[in-house]
């Protein structure tokens, strides 16, 4: 199995983009790993802690290639981001910070998915559907929408993702994004669009033009396609 890919991230109407994304194509190897953060809207530095998170995870990655993909690997990667979260925010005087994170690794034929916070993962079938999605960590605080896991500074204890493995198939698509996406169209569209008979960069065209004319936040995907 194969794989390729796009990639699409703008700042909006926001002043500034404090998502952050990698991608790592380790085809030789049959892997392939994405990692989409958002960095936390009204904290300090969201922008500095999205990108540590993204670098850290997609190092750790890198140095253990060898390791097969499963729930300790991801767990410990995710540790190794929460403690630089922690030292980013102590070299800048204790700052607050935050960010969301989700990831696929592909190994072989199958995807591990994790995720913390509302940044969302969904995998779609020709022919299925969708076949998961990602469920937010999200609850309401007098009607405001807050978000309950992510990671944070000096919170390790609100860092821990969920994750699922699903083994892939020619054709499936997956779909990793910041709520500044999926927020700025209706999800039978997001599905509709993702399944297009068209190359990626065509359906990141579509969300792109959705997002500048209906969004108002932040916008990032990585689009993938098993063939």
Same mark, same amino acid.
């Given at each position: ?22 991608? &790592? ?9 994405? $990692? ?48 630089? $979260? ?26 591990? $998915?994790?995720? $913390? ?56 698509? &997956?779909? +990793? ?25 065509? &359906? ?18 990585? +689009?993938?396609?098993?063939?």
């Amino acid at each position: 199995m194969e794989i390729r890919y796009a990639t699409i991230s703008k700042t909006g109407r926001r002043h500034n983009n404090e998502d952050a994304y990698k991608v &790592i194509d380790m085809s030789p190897n049959n892997r392939f790993l994405g $990692i989409v953060c958002d960095g936390m809207g009204g904290h300090s530095f969201g922008e500095t802690a999205s990108e540590t998170v993204c670098n850290t995870i997609s190092d750790f990655w890198k140095k253990h290639i060898s390791t097969p993909d499963c729930d300790s690997k991801v767990k410990l990667a995710c540790k190794k981001a929460s403690c630089a $979260i922690d030292q980013k925010a102590f070299e800048l005087h204790h700052a607050e910070m935050g960010t969301t994170m989700v990831m696929v690794s592909i190994e072989n034929e199958v995807a591990t $998915i994790a995720h $913390i916070g509302d940044s969302r993962c969904y995998v779609q079938r020709p022919g299925d559907g969708l076949l998961y999605q990602t469920k937010d960590h999200i609850r309401f605080d007098f009607g405001w929408e807050i978000v309950a896991k992510c990671f944070f500074s000096y919170r390790p204890e609100v860092a821990v993702p969920d994750i699922r493995q699903i083994k892939l198939q020619t054709g499936d698509r &997956i779909l +990793l994004c910041s709520d500044g996406l999926y927020k700025s169209m209706a999800p039978n569209i997001l599905q509709a669009r993702m399944m297009d008979d068209k190359p990626l960069v065509e &359906i990141l065209d579509v969300y792109d033009y959705l997002c500048e004319k209906q969004g108002d936040d932040n916008y990032t995907a990585i +689009l993938i396609e098993c063939f």
